[in-house]
T-cell receptor, first 114, second 108 residues
Framework: SAVISQKPSRDICQRGTSLTIQCQVDSQVTMMFWYRQQPGQSLTLIATANQGSEATYESGFVIDKFPISRPNLTFSTLTVSNMSPEDSSIYLC???????????FGEGSRLTVL | DAKTTQPPSMDCAEGRAANLPCNHSTISGNEYVYWYRQIHSQGPQYIIHGLKNNETNEMASLIITEDRKSSTLILPHATLRDTAVYYCIALNNNDMRFGAGTRLTVKP
């Protein structure tokens, strides 16, 4: 199994500010995924981040609001920009380490926007 | 991706088998069926996946109907620690979208 570390684990932020969430994997992976999970809801895929190319965003998510970096095969960041209370969620990083669809997830970053 | 439908919630007695159904009637021939679960406040955990044949591992069994339009995840001896939300996904090409899932509550 892959070990995935996310930072911060939780944060409380003010409206209008931005927060960058880091995802570190203990092995090289091609595909990384960022999800959002709002309170009491299922996971919603934000984007797929492959090293060496632009992230692919799902419908309803745009790069200006959720810029993603993928500088190498073990690291990615997701920034939540110009936050509003509606952005309060858990943000999860996941990887498909072996290319089989078996995803490994980080423990998530719980964001509260006041 | 094929859309999946699952009952929103189920209960199961501790020690009994938990059978969680999933309908994926629009699944295509190259889409696998994956099951994940999410225990409260944790990231989702992979359980099992299959294409056509039934599969079994140390966590669960997966029964896929011959026409592949539905499947059942079986936890043979449910414990209180199996209380979680269980997600069934039908996918290919690593398009990882989750549905609403089934909230399984295992009761003593």
């Amino acid at each position: 199994s892959a070990v995935i570390s996310q930072k911060p684990s939780r944060d409380i932020c003010q409206r209008g500010t931005s927060l960058t969430i880091q995802c570190q994997v203990d092995s090289q992976v091609t595909m990384m995924f960022w999800y959002r999970q709002q309170p009491g809801q299922s996971l919603t895929l934000i984007a797929t981040a492959n090293q060496g190319s632009e992230a692919t965003y799902e419908s309803g998510f745009v790069i200006d609001k959720f810029p993603i970096s993928r500088p190498n095969l073990t690291f990615s960041t997701l920034t939540v920009s110009n936050m509003s209370p509606e952005d309060s969620s858990i943000y999860l990083c996941s990887v498909d380490r072996v290319g089989t669809g078996e995803l490994f997830f980080g423990e998530g970053s719980r964001l509260t926007v006041l | 991706d094929a859309k999946t439908t699952q009952p929103p919630s189920m209960d199961c007695a501790e020690g009994r088998a938990a059978n969680l159904p999933c309908n994926h009637s629009t699944i295509s021939g190259n889409e696998y069926v994956y099951w994940y679960r999410q225990i409260h406040s944790q990231g989702p955990q992979y359980i099992i996946h299959g294409l056509k044949n039934n599969e079994t591992n140390e966590m669960a069994s997966l029964i896929i109907t011959e026409d592949r339009k539905s499947s059942t995840l079986i936890l043979p001896h449910a414990t209180l620690r199996d209380t979680a939300v269980y997600y069934c996904i039908a996918l290919n090409n690593n398009d990882m979208r989750f549905g609403a899932g089934t909230r399984l509550t295992v009761k003593p």
